[in-house]
């Protein structure tokens, strides 16, 4: 019985990182993965099937499902930022965590928060997270989705990120995380000795806001 045990556990462990380590034409027809990077003539790019900088938090809703949250995020000190979290994206056997944030105005952000139905500090301590009312969420669906993070529920290591998403534009350590960024595809994986790998998307021309705080 521990025999089979331990294989069971080994082959669900393969299965899940499968999509990751295989180069077959199989792997490459599921769609939605996070090296499936396409570059648009205006230069933007779409991944996750959405267009970073035009699609919007309604085009996510209908192609993604409503198994997600969706709340303003903020410190103690800001006014937040607004976020569709989908805790159980799915594409093919990969799975993760995918975020999705927008650029809302500020005088909406305020609107929203005071009229939250609830509000609670999230796991960290750090932030809390305002659950938006059901009279604001047309209004809030229309926002603009400008960034997403996708935190994969395997954990990655260098030659993983080399073949599939190719040899980065730069490197930048920072203690324990090494930062392969990739200008023209707007995107920084942020691979971690210790914790989940993370990857941010942008549109190119949003990129350099994007690592300025790593330089």
Known sequence: MKIFFSIFVLLAVVLAVYPFLDGSKNSATVTGLPWQIETLPDGSTQVFGLHIGVSRLSDAY???GSDMELAIVAASDELGNLEMYYGHYQAGLL???LVLQTSASEKNLKIWRDNAVKSEYMASGLAKKYTLSEDNISQVLDEVIIALTFIPAVNLD???I???FGEPDN???LDAVTHFL???KGLDIALHEDSKEVMQYVSP???GQLIQPLQ
């Open 205 to 207: 021309a949003a990129f």
């Open 95 to 97: 799975s993760g965590k």
């Open 182 to 184: 990739y200008s023209a």
């Open 62 to 64: 209908k192609m993604l």
């Open 158 to 160: 260098e030659k993983v």
């Open 171 to 173: 490197r930048i350590q």
């Open 162 to 164: 080399l073949d599939r």
